[in-house]
C-alpha cells in the first residue's frame, strides 16, 4: 500500500519569497512521485515527477523538487513566488506496475500574497 | 482532440437518479483512468482501463458505480441511484502506455446530489 501526506493544508508566501510544500511518502516498493497543480475548476497539470535517476528533479514554471529516501520525502520548492502560482499542489505517488493509477496527498492551497 | 475531454462540467442529480459521466481521452492512449475527487481532499483512484479492458476496479465505492469502455477510446462512467455522497468532481486521466508515466487529465464533472 502506498500513501502520501502533505504537511500543511495552506501555505502563504510573500510575491519574491521562496516557496516549499512538504510531502512525504509511503511505499513498499520503489515509487514513483509526481506533483500536480490545480487552478480553480480546472483538470491537474503535472509539475514535475521522479522515476529513476537524478533525485533533483526541474519541472515547469520554476518549480524543482527533491526525492530523499532516507526521509521518504519529496519536497516541492521554488526561489521565487509569482502571484500565478497561487493554486493548489498535490503531491502523489505511483510505481512502476502502474505509473498511471497514482495516490494522492490532501493537496496544499498555496496563496501568493503581494 | 488536443487533451481529455470531459463531458458535462457540471451535473445536478436528484437522489436516487441514475447518472453518466463521459470521457474522450486523448486519441490514441491506451490507458485511461477514473479518479473521485470530493470537496477539500485529493483526487481518489475508482478504476483503470487498458484499451477496452478494465483491468481495475477495486477504486470504486459501491456497486452502483459501473465504467465502461466498449471500443477502447471513450469511456463512461455510470452511478446508478446518487446518494447525496457521492457528490464530488470526477476526474477522468489517460495515458499513452501502462507504463508511461505521465497521465494526463481532463477538467472533470462536478456531481452535485440534491
Known amino acids: 500500500a502506498q500513501s502520501v501526506t502533505q504537511l500543511g493544508s495552506h501555505v502563504s508566501v510573500s510575491e519574491g519569497a521562496l516557496v516549499l510544500l512538504r510531502c512525504n511518502y509511503s511505499s513498499s516498493v520503489p515509487p514513483y512521485l509526481f506533483w500536480y497543480v490545480q487552478y480553480p475548476n480546472q483538470g491537474l497539470q503535472l509539475l514535475l515527477k521522479?522515476?529513476?535517476?537524478?533525485?533533483l528533479v526541474k519541472g515547469i514554471n520554476g518549480f524543482e523538487a527533491e526525492f530523499k529516501k532516507s526521509e521518504t520525502s519529496f519536497h516541492l520548492t521554488k526561489p521565487s513566488a509569482h502571484m500565478s502560482d497561487a493554486a493548489e499542489y498535490f503531491c502523489a505517488v505511483s510505481d512502476k506496475t502502474n505509473a498511471g493509477k497514482s495516490t494522492f496527498g490532501d493537496g496544499t492551497t498555496l496563496t501568493v500574497k503581494p | 482532440g488536443a487533451g481529455v475531454s470531459q463531458s458535462p462540467r457540471y451535473k445536478v442529480a436528484k437522489r436516487g437518479q441514475d447518472v453518466a459521466l463521459r470521457c474522450d481521452p486523448i486519441?490514441?492512449?491506451?490507458?485511461l483512468f477514473w479518479y473521485q475527487q470530493a470537496l477539500g481532499q485529493g483526487p481518489e483512484f475508482l478504476t483503470y482501463?487498458?484499451?477496452?479492458?478494465?483491468?481495475?476496479k477495486s477504486g470504486l465505492p459501491s456497486d452502483r458505480f459501473f465504467a465502461e469502455r466498449p471500443e477502447g477510446s471513450v469511456s463512461t462512467l455510470k452511478i446508478q441511484r446518487t446518494q447525496q455522497e457521492d457528490s464530488a468532481v470526477y476526474l477522468c486521466?489517460?495515458?499513452?502506455?501502462?507504463?508511461?508515466?505521465?497521465?494526463?487529465f481532463g477538467q472533470g464533472t462536478r456531481l452535485t446530489v440534491v
Open positions: 486521466a489517460s495515458s499513452l502506455a501502462p507504463l508511461h508515466t505521465e497521465a494526463f
Open positions: 482501463f487498458q484499451n477496452e479492458a478494465q483491468l481495475d
Open positions: 486519441s490514441g492512449h491506451v490507458s
Open positions: 521522479y522515476t529513476t535517476g537524478a533525485t
